[in-house]
């Protein structure tokens, strides 16, 4: 049953956007709305920290399918993971950004990936809390994020540190 309801929220997470970007009538520039990030991830279960070690890496993209002045939408592929531990998270993201720089977002999508034990696929989610710089038309941001899954007891969860380009 959760398996059933983990590929009903991502059928519909990836669904949606799908349907608005057909209806999408604006520009359809592939070569904006991006960001790239690379940083490093703490992995919360010492079962994971010993197979993996300390510190993983974390690299990810972001694509915004849909911008306003405070409000971005976004999919997402991320990486994380040391040797033959990992996951790659593919979410739909909301984000929000005040006045300051400060942000904040949610994303919901699949997981695929490989725990200390074998490979699996799951519901995956993040949080987001960040900061981007507003100087010039390419800003950096620097984020901090929980990411997670809702299978292999939790091994792929942890915090990941990122800076990110966006252009």
Same mark, same amino acid.
């Given at each position: 049953?959760?398996?059933?309801?983990?590929?009903?929220?991502?059928?519909?997470?990836?669904?949606?956007?799908?349907?608005?970007?057909?209806?999408?009538?604006?520009?359809?520039?592939?070569?904006?709305? *991006?960001?790239?990030? $690379?940083?490093?991830?703490?992995?919360?279960?010492?079962?994971?920290?010993?197979?993996?070690? =300390? #510190? *993983? $890496?974390?690299?990810?993209?972001?694509?915004?399918?849909?911008?306003?002045?405070? $409000?971005?939408?976004?999919?997402?592929?991320?990486?994380?993971?040391?040797?033959?531990? &990992?996951? +790659?998270?593919?979410?739909?993201?909301?984000?929000? /950004?005040?006045?300051?720089?400060?942000?904040?977002?949610?994303? +919901?999508? $699949?997981?695929?990936?490989? =725990?200390?034990?074998?490979?699996?696929?799951? #519901?995956?989610?993040? #949080?987001?809390?960040?900061?981007?710089?507003?100087?010039?038309?390419?800003?950096?941001? +620097? =984020?901090?994020? &929980?990411?997670?899954?809702?299978?292999?007891?939790?091994?792929?969860?942890? *915090?990941?540190? /990122?800076?990110?380009?966006?252009?």
């Amino acid at each position: 049953m959760k398996r059933l309801f983990a590929v009903f929220a991502c059928a519909l997470a990836f669904g949606a956007p799908t349907s608005a970007l057909a209806q999408f009538t604006g520009d359809q520039d592939l070569t904006h709305g *991006w960001e790239l990030r $690379l940083g490093g991830f703490v992995a919360e279960k010492k079962a994971s920290r010993n197979k993996g070690g =300390d #510190l *993983w $890496l974390a690299i990810g993209a972001e694509r915004a399918f849909y911008e306003t002045e405070n $409000l971005r939408t976004t999919l997402s592929i991320d990486y994380y993971g040391a040797q033959n531990i &990992y996951s +790659v998270p593919l979410c739909f993201n909301v984000r929000s /950004t005040n006045a300051d720089g400060l942000h904040v977002g949610a994303g +919901v999508g $699949l997981s695929l990936g490989h =725990d200390i034990d074998s490979g699996m696929s799951a #519901l995956a989610y993040n #949080l987001l809390l960040g900061y981007m710089t507003s100087a010039g038309t390419n800003p950096i941001t +620097v =984020d901090l994020r &929980y990411l997670g899954t809702n299978a292999s007891h939790q091994e792929l969860n942890g *915090w990941s540190l /990122t800076v990110g380009y966006r252009f």
